[in-house]
């Protein structure tokens, strides 16, 4: 039986050690599959590149045979180890398969039939906070293959960079100001998934972080409320609607608390959902902190999972069950 090697990490920024691990994976198997995790996720500081564009950069590095022998697939985040172990196994339906490391998946578990032998990859997450924070990027060319370097020189030319560039300084001031807290800072938000018919309502950020992008409704929560008060509040606030059935259409409320979901830090929000029925759409404009409010076709969501803010996708997913099946499609 032919020998079937398997890696997962980021390879945010592909480097001279990546490769070397990819060929240490590579060496005695017939098959190598790269699986990128942060996969269907936007430009952002923590994910500056797609994945699609990450396993073009890795592809290229690679001899032709070897590029033969290796398969490149994305892998999504946050959404539990039982997804992951179904994305895994389809795309990958041998049974037995050597996991050279894992890097980017908090408390794996590798599926049955899955041997790892190493318990995590060495951390390249410098090299990401080099690119993004808007440091001198000569040093990063000596721990580049010579193509990276010539995609980094581009992109950083690109409108892909000052975006993830601005998100960055947001951010980065937000950490400052927390900096002085005596305690480890633990944020508290909400969310709004307001349903009508086959439609929901969604909103575009008007500023960062996540300028631009789908968003829910939602927000801090203030002191003095209550999690479904301060849902409805932010709900007005940012799409102007408001209408005394909406306590009655309350469907569900659920926490999303991994503590990676959002770039800001740690942030523990209370997702509410909505249905309000068939009916005529109610108006909705975007305000405060949103540039746009917008009903979209539930059945659109799929095609429009890497165009959204941290896990809300994911939030969408567990209450309209929107996301397409475990599927092997790779690169």
């Known amino acids: 039986m032919e020998r079937v090697a398997a890696c997962i990490g980021p390879f945010q920024l ?11 994976a590579l060496a005695g198997a017939a098959r190598l599959h790269v699986f990128l995790t942060g996969a269907h996720r936007p430009h952002s500081p923590r994910h500056p590149f797609t994945w699609t564009e990450r396993a073009g950069l890795l592809r290229d590095g690679l001899a032709p045979d ?13 959404v539990g180890l039982a997804r992951i172990h179904a994305e895994l196994q389809q795309a990958v339906p041998e049974g037995a398969v050597a996991l050279a490391f894992v890097e980017g998946v908090r408390e794996f578990e590798p599926p049955p039939g899955w041997h790892l032998a190493a318990p995590a990859a060495p951390d390249q997450d ?24 010539e995609f980094i020189s581009r992109w950083v030319a690109g409108p892909h960079y000052a975006q993830v560039r601005e998100e960055y300084e947001q951010l980065a001031s937000e950490k400052v100001a927390w900096s002085v807290a005596p305690y480890p800072v633990v944020l508290v938000t909400v969310d709004a998934v307001v349903r009508v018919a086959d439609q929901v309502l969604l909103i575009r950020r008007g500023r960062q972080p996540g300028k631009g992008l789908r968003a829910l409704p939602g927000g801090f929560l203030d002191p003095g409320e209550t999690v479904l008060a301060s849902a409805l509040r932010e709900l007005a606030e940012e799409t102007g609607l408001q209408t005394p ?77 929107v996301m397409p099946a475990a599927a092997a499609a790779g690169a």
Do not use: C, K
């Open 14 to 24: 592909p480097s001279h050690a990546d490769f070397a691990r990819l060929r240490q």
């Open 66 to 78: 070897e590029q033969a022998r290796v398969s490149f697939h994305p892998l999504r985040e946050g």
């Open 126 to 149: 410098r090299l990401r906070e080099q690119l993004v924070s808007g440091a001198d990027l000569a040093p990063l060319q000596s721990q580049l293959p010579a193509h990276v370097w």
């Open 245 to 321: 059935e909406l306590r009655r259409a309350l469907r569900g409320v659920r926490v999303f608390d991994d503590p990676e979901r959002s770039q800001r830090g740690r942030v523990i929000t209370h997702a509410h959902y909505f249905d309000l029925g068939p009916r005529p759409l109610p108006g909705v404009s975007g305000e405060d902190d949103a540039a746009a409010a917008e009903w979209v076709p539930i059945a659109t969501l799929p095609t429009l999972e890497a165009e959204f803010l941290d896990d809300h996708f994911l939030i969408l997913d567990h209450f309209l069950h």
